[in-house]
């Protein structure tokens, strides 16, 4: 027998399913964000008969977001490098930040993490390329730690290779690690 959903994720799915709606599929809404933030607030109400305001304007702007990315088409979105994906999202909060005079300075790891996973899959083989790029930076660090790891690394490298090189630039981890290496040579620089 099914479990009852409770009332907090059924208002949670009919914002969702809304939000949903009034995203195309080219990263842009079919409306404002404060049509949506009032339509989000009134949803609340319905469920909701005292203020409880669960869903702030953070909520609003971090769902709009993974919508737009669920909603964009697999061609579109396996066409971004991550870095391109960071920076649409970025601009939808600075967006929200300005139309919904909202505090919020950048997304939960939660929703960050959902749509990396969304955005994974719609390329063939990204996931499996990012895991490889993780497994080499651990055997790196392995062997710089003194362990004899060079038969996994060399495994690792030639199944690196037979990828196409702008994965690279499609890669989560290899974007992370690529902006935290440039963000330390900028400080080391900085304190010369």
């Known amino acids: 027998m099914a479990k009852k959903k409770s009332k907090t994720y059924e208002m949670y799915d009919e914002i969702s399913s809304y ?5 195309n599929d ?7 964000l404060n049509e949506i933030a009032d339509k989000v607030l ?27 990315v669920l ?7 396996s066409s971004l490098n991550y870095w391109e994906l960071v920076e649409i999202i970025n601009k939808w909060f600075f967006k929200a930040k ?4 909202s505090r919020t300075d950048a997304w939960h790891t939660e929703y960050m993490t959902h749509i990396k996973e969304v955005y994974l899959k719609a390329t063939p083989g990204l996931k499996e390329f990012d895991n490889l790029i993780k497994t080499y930076m651990e055997l790196s660090k392995l062997k710089n730690s003194g362990l004899d790891v060079n038969k996994f690394l060399e495994d690792t490298n030639n199944q690196l290779s037979s990828y196409p090189s702008n994965f690279y630039f499609k890669s989560p981890y ?4 690529l902006t ?4 330390e040579a900028e400080e080391k620089k900085g304190e010369k």
Do not use: G, P
Request: charged fraction near 35%.
């Open 180 to 183: 935290e290496i440039i963000i």
């Open 26 to 32: 080219n990263f842009t809404l079919k409306t404002s």
């Open 98 to 101: 300005i139309e919904l005079l």
């Open 71 to 77: 909603k964009a088409n697999r061609i579109r979105l």
């Open 174 to 177: 290899f974007c992370n690690l």
């Open 42 to 68: 009134e949803t609340e109400k319905k469920f909701f008969k005292k203020k409880r305001y669960d869903v702030t304007h953070e909520n609003i702007i971090e769902i709009i977001c993974y919508e737009l």
């Open 19 to 23: 939000i949903k709606s009034q995203c």
